[in-house]
């Protein structure tokens, strides 16, 4: 069984950066693809950004393309968000998973872990 923990989220400042950690254990987790998805009140579940396993290939959401940075450290077993520019359309409540679907990596029917997510608020 793989668990998945978040941390990292805060209130800022529009503008502002910050850095999302997700700490996996159980299974194996570098056979995997993971990514970061997002909540926001009242909103669908939306893609952030997925990385490859070996971490060569990354992919993001239109609305983060250039602002957000995904990475991981298998040896340490985490997954990375680096954030920013934040703007107050990226307040949302963000989560990793794991991708165990070889589907279309955008859609959160693809993962099958997931954290329970890490609230991040963004004032302008």
């Known amino acids: 069984q793989v668990q998945l923990v978040e941390s990292g989220g805060e209130q800022v400042q529009a503008g502002a950066s910050l850095n999302l950690s997700c700490a996996a254990s159980?299974?194996?987790?570098?056979?995997?693809?993971m990514g970061w998805f997002r909540q926001a009140p009242g909103k669908m579940r939306e893609f952030v950004a997925v990385?490859?396993?070996?971490?060569?290939?990354?992919y993001y959401g239109d609305s983060v393309k250039g602002r957000f940075t995904i990475s991981r450290d298998n040896a340490k077993n985490h997954l990375y968000l680096e954030m920013n520019n934040l703007k107050s359309e990226d307040t949302a409540i963000y989560f990793c998973a794991v991708r165990t679907q070889q589907t279309d990596w955008r859609r959160d029917t693809a993962y099958g872990y997931w954290g329970r997510g890490t609230q991040v608020t963004v004032s302008s």
């Open positions: 159980g299974r194996p987790w570098s056979l995997w693809d």
């Open positions: 990385i490859s396993m070996d971490g060569g290939t990354t």
